[in-house]
């Protein structure tokens, strides 16, 4: 009787929705455990990190790791599961582009170290402790892992497979990429594992998005009661699904609001925030070059409208001109 | 740590009907102006993608440089209004993402203005040198030196949803 | 050798002489499983071999804080809910009601009773989350159990399969009601401030009134599975009740305006350790309150009550520690809104001896309690007329400068407070989250337990689980707790002898 496929999840810099998304498969989990030996999931069950180390390289098929890379113990887990397995998965927004999470690449790492230590409202902290790396107490050593100045992407570490996108990922898409995978019927390498039709086509408001955009003035969600039955372009609320991949079937378009971006871009597109500033803007009815600002100016955000989760994987990546100084232990 | 043979490297996209005819007009009226400027040639400047820009700032490039026929000019009627309005806001996000104004400029230059390419030209590359470098790719290399292994080039230029180039496999 | 070059040999002696008596038995708990985050436990043992002192730290960072600088505010429930994938409907509950504030505008009732109505549903389905599958297990299938039965699967095996399924047919019903006003249930989107963005529509009540129906038999059932397996147990009641779990603290929730626990809203009841009420504010003032100490081994900082000022990790008269979360809800209402929670909460404080009870293990029959409390609310407001109204929205229109709101998050009190320009657009941010209330008590939980639990050098596999059992009864949530940079530390257990040489590695499962 042959062994089952080896499956692993595994989570880095992630909120945990991730994990969360594959306990939503509810009744199916029966089904997928039947069919496969989860070696790892944290969030659930027990495993043995050296158990995994122990195990012969590639011989997990597939792992599926969430979350950004932040640390050093982060990266040394990547590659461990890089040379475990056959296939490493990008699982989520966060390790396929870095996520809300990396909005902090905007920010130096000293800046968010002394907000939360020292600035904050309710600190209250004179002699201005800091966690360190290590630290002595009472005469003991303690360690913490050191984290980096820049929020990474899975790919920006070690070499990815396939990306499952999403913030979650929904449990459709997981399904099909796991049975794609047990069925050997995978895409290309480097694909991501989701339709590749921008979210407008799979949006039930699609009959009402105007042939011809033409903005007056975009509205901000709370200074507007929204049609739940007309497009969001067509009532000037900003909805990022012209420039994200379908994949969700609009769910939150289904709760009334926008789409954000979090299924990133289609395999047509590089920069999923240069194209979606491109398509709103360009098509706002401004004649003249002075009435343009008032328009835009709708739009107060521009990295958090059009990067929201992809800042990490866009083409600047990161603000210029911020420090990337290593981490010196405190003797 | 400042290369002192620094020169401002400035990518520039003209389009077919005016500037490029203007600079055109400057190259036969042997005007002389920085070299610094890299030429590329798109019909409309309304065929500027934002991620052309941005390419070429995460290439390298210190600066970008747009023209375009004057408002109510353009060839193809709307063109050159969407360039100005994604431009805009373009400017904007870049601001947030601590790149300077002068680095990304846009300009109308007419097929006649041979003389205004050579001024806009020789502006730009001054500002830009006086701002210093911009360099990302440096900058880039510069971040990556914290983590323990530098990232695979086949990592860095793999994008979502591109296909990864058929490098070796990573250990 | 001359006077100098003696001075820096002697200080260089004595230095090193400090550090290798400095040297002790450490035991490392590395990672602690089942719960959300990550984080680690180091525990130091003196030369007899018992516990000298234990810390748990907790690896993770994140900024959320920092990089919300910048943002709309009305984006913030939506940016905050990444936080926490387990509890998002928390954080963005929170923020939108920071959001109410913000720019000073009352949801219509219909808005607000959705609110509660999501609200509850999330409580109830969380809880059963960390009930079934999260800290459970630990009583369920046992403490001493090997560790490939103390999980889900276990569970299972303990109550059988029905009743598995049962648990995770109730939770995807539950969640689809989320999803359904929220769009998604990871993540959702309702939350406007001065309303919500989607309606419940008539033909789509009656499943609904279904589900509630169906929840609260749920809930009395898993009050019934907790009494025939915990509490019928003497063991267990013996462990519950034991000091090794037990800490007198001052104790924090939410209540409604009859000192009623209420999840959604109210103000926000300090009791002290003897019951007496200590404080009770409105969200507005959390400051005056709330206080946040920084110590170099941990990236969460721990709260205390700031009049107080901060004096260590201690208990009694002069602590200023707090607890936070379903006992510490109990402890601080004066009795339950709805009939049937009412009952189980009597039942609960006459069989441990009256308030405030103390003991930490016992979150998990209050968490139970809770369970009913959320489900018969579910029931109140799915029935009510209003709740298919399609007045949901005021449009704000004060000039915004800055909001606080507050919610019982399942792990404890959540606070959000916004500030901003006059375009809306965030200038500050500060966010107090459940599991940080409790850091300082789960600190000396685990340090107590640590000391009560391991003698002579014994340290077994049981004993470091039954420690972790000390801080999963507060079913922390430490992604929430540290609410900055995302990171993960693998936990594993080594214990070294004085001259730092390996005896023993337990791996702890992840």
Redesign the interface.
């Given at each position: 009787m042959p062994d089952k496929p080896k499956i692993g999840f595994y989570w880095c810099a992630s909120c945990g929705g991730c994990e969360e998304a594959v306990v939503d498969f509810a009744e199916d989990i029966l089904g997928v455990v039947e069919a496969v030996d989860i070696v790892f999931w944290p969030v659930a069950m027990d495993f043995k990190k050296k158990q995994v180390e122990a195990l012969p390289d590639k011989s997990i098929v597939a792992t599926l790791l969430n979350g950004a890379i932040r640390t050093?113990e982060q990266?040394?887990m990547a590659?461990m599961l890089?040379?475990k397995s056959q296939y490493l998965i990008a699982y989520g927004a966060c390790a396929?582009?870095g996520g809300i999470p990396s909005l902090a690449n905007?920010f130096p790492r000293e800046q968010l170290l002394r907000y939360v230590y020292e600035e904050a409202p309710t600190v209250v902290n004179e002699a201005k402790t800091r966690p360190q790396t290590s630290s002595r107490n009472n005469g003991h050593t303690m360690t913490l892992p050191e984290f980096?100045?820049?929020v990474r992407?899975l790919?920006?570490?070690?070499?990815?497979?396939f990306?499952i996108?999403g913030c979650p990922p929904t449990p459709k898409i997981t399904k099909a990429a796991i049975v794609a995978l047990l069925e050997g019927k995978l895409p290309?390498?480097?694909?991501?594992l989701a339709p590749?039709v921008a979210l407008c086509e799979q949006c039930p408001r699609k009959a009402s998005k105007p042939a011809d955009l033409s903005f007056t003035q975009f509205k901000r969600p709370h200074q507007v009661v929204i049609d739940p039955n007309l497009c969001m372009l067509a009532q000037g609320v900003v909805c990022i699904g012209p420039a994200t991949?379908g994949g969700c079937e609009a769910a939150c378009p289904a709760g009334n609001m926008p789409c954000t971006g979090c299924f990133?871009?289609?395999?047509?597109?590089?920069?999923q925030?240069?194209?979606i500033?491109?398509s709103l803007?360009?098509?706002?009815a401004?004649?003249e070059?002075k009435e343009?600002?008032g328009i835009?100016a709708g739009?107060p955000?521009?990295?958090g409208a059009?990067y929201r989760y992809?800042l990490g994987?866009?083409?600047?990546?990161?603000?210029?001109?911020?420090p990337?100084e290593?981490v010196k232990e405190t003797p | 740590m400042s290369d002192p043979n620094w020169q401002p490297r400035i990518v520039a996209f003209f389009c077919n009907w005016c500037t490029y005819t203007a600079a055109d007009l400057a190259g036969v009226s042997r005007l002389k102006y920085a070299p610094n400027v890299r030429v590329i040639r798109l019909m409309c400047s309304?065929r500027v993608?934002?991620?052309f820009i941005?390419?070429a700032?995460?290439k390298g490039a210190d600066g970008v440089l747009i023209g375009g026929c004057h408002?109510g000019d353009c060839h193809y009627v709307e063109g050159n209004?969407?360039t100005?309005?994604?431009f805009?806001?373009?400017q904007?996000?870049l601001r947030?993402?601590?790149?300077e104004d002068q680095r990304v400029r846009l300009e109308w230059i007419s097929a006649s203005e041979g003389e205004r390419v050579k001024t806009v030209i020789n502006d730009m590359v001054e500002q830009v040198r006086a701002l210093g470098p911009?360099n990302?790719p440096q900058?880039?290399k510069?971040?990556d030196?914290?983590?323990?292994?530098p990232?695979?080039p086949?990592?860095?230029g793999?994008?979502?949803?591109?296909?990864?180039e058929p490098?070796a496999?990573?250990? | 050798m001359n006077p100098e070059a003696t001075k820096v040999w002697n200080q260089a002696s004595s230095g090193a002489v400090a550090a290798a008596q400095a040297e002790r038995r450490r035991v490392t708990i590395d990672p602690i499983t089942r719960l959300e985050g990550h984080g680690k436990i180091d525990i130091f043992l003196d030369d007899q071999g018992d516990v000298e002192c234990a810390y748990l730290q907790v690896p993770e960072l994140r900024g959320f804080e920092v990089f919300s600088i910048?943002r709309p505010a009305e984006e913030m429930p939506q940016i905050t809910s990444r936080i926490c994938g387990v509890c998002p409907t928390a954080h963005h509950m929170a923020a939108t009601k920071a959001l109410d504030d913000l720019y000073q505008v009352e949801p219509p009732p219909a808005a607000r009773k959705i609110r509660e109505l999501v609200y509850n549903t999330f409580m109830l389905e969380d809880h059963a989350l960390h009930v079934y599958i999260l800290g459970g297990p630990d009583f369920i299938v046992g403490p001493q159990a090997p560790p490939e039965q103390r999980n889900v699967v276990g569970v299972v095996q303990k109550v059988g399969v029905e009743v598995g399924k049962k648990v995770i047919s109730m939770r995807r019903r539950l969640r689809e009601l989320i999803a359904y006003f929220g769009g998604k249930v990871i993540h959702p989107v309702l939350g406007l401030p001065g309303g919500v963005s989607k309606g419940l529509k008539p033909e789509d009540l009656p499943p609904f009134k279904a589900l509630a129906k169906d929840g609260l038999d749920f809930a009395l059932f898993t009050l019934q599975v907790f009494k025939d397996i915990v509490l019928k147990n003497p063991d267990y009641v013996k462990l519950i009740t034991s000091d090794a779990y037990t800490h007198r603290t001052y104790y924090m929730g939410l209540v409604d305006e009859r000192n009623r626990s209420n999840f959604y809203d109210g103000l926000v009841r300090v009791v002290d350790a003897t019951g007496k009420e200590y404080a009770k504010f409105p969200a507005r003032q959390y400051r005056d309150f709330v206080a946040e100490h920084v110590e170099p081994w941990s990236y969460v900082k721990f709260c205390y009550l700031k009049p107080l000022g901060w004096h260590g990790f201690e208990e009694g008269p002069q602590s200023s520690v707090y607890a936070v979360a379903p006992l510490a809800r109990l402890n601080v209402t004066d009795g339950m809104a709805t009939p049937q929670a009412q009952k189980a909460y009597e039942e609960f404080f006459n069989t441990l001896g009256g308030k405030p009870v103390h003991h930490t293990l016992a979150n998990h029959w209050a968490r139970v309690v809770e369970m009913i409390y959320a489900a018969e609310r579910i029931v109140e407001l799915i029935n009510d007329p209003e709740i298919t109204s399609t007045n949901l929205r005021v449009i704000p229109s004060a000039k915004p400068s800055v909001g606080i709101g507050v919610v019982e998050a399942p792990r404890g009190t959540l606070y959000h407070h916004f500030e901003t320009d006059a375009e809306g657009l965030i200038t500050k941010a500060n966010l107090i989250v459940a599991t940080q209330n409790n850091a300082a008590r789960i600190a000396m939980s685990v340090e107590k337990a640590a000391k009560g639990l391991i003698k002579k050098g014994n340290v077994s596999e049981g004993l470091l689980n039954m420690v972790e059992m000390a801080f999963r009864a507060y079913d922390p949530c430490f992604g929430c707790a540290t609410h900055a940079l995302p990171g993960h530390l693998p936990l594993s257990v080594s214990i070294y002898n004085r001259q730092r040489k390996l005896l023993r590695q337990l791996l702890q499962p992840a």
């Open positions: 050093s990266e040394e590659r890089r040379r396929q582009l905007q980096r100045n820049v992407t790919d920006q570490v070690v070499e990815v497979d990306y996108p290309p390498k480097g694909s991501v590749d991949r990133g871009p289609t395999s047509r597109v590089q920069d925030g240069a194209k500033l491109s803007c360009a098509n706002i401004a004649k070059e343009i600002p835009l739009i955000d521009p990295v059009f992809g994987k866009s083409m600047l990546r990161r603000k210029a001109g911020l990337s290593t | 309304g993608d934002p991620q941005l390419d700032l995460a408002l209004y969407k100005v309005r994604r805009q806001m373009l904007r996000l947030d993402m601590g790149i911009l990302l900058q880039r510069d971040w030196r914290e983590m323990a292994h990232a695979e086949a990592g860095e793999q994008l979502a949803g591109q296909r990864a490098e496999a990573h250990a | 910048g």
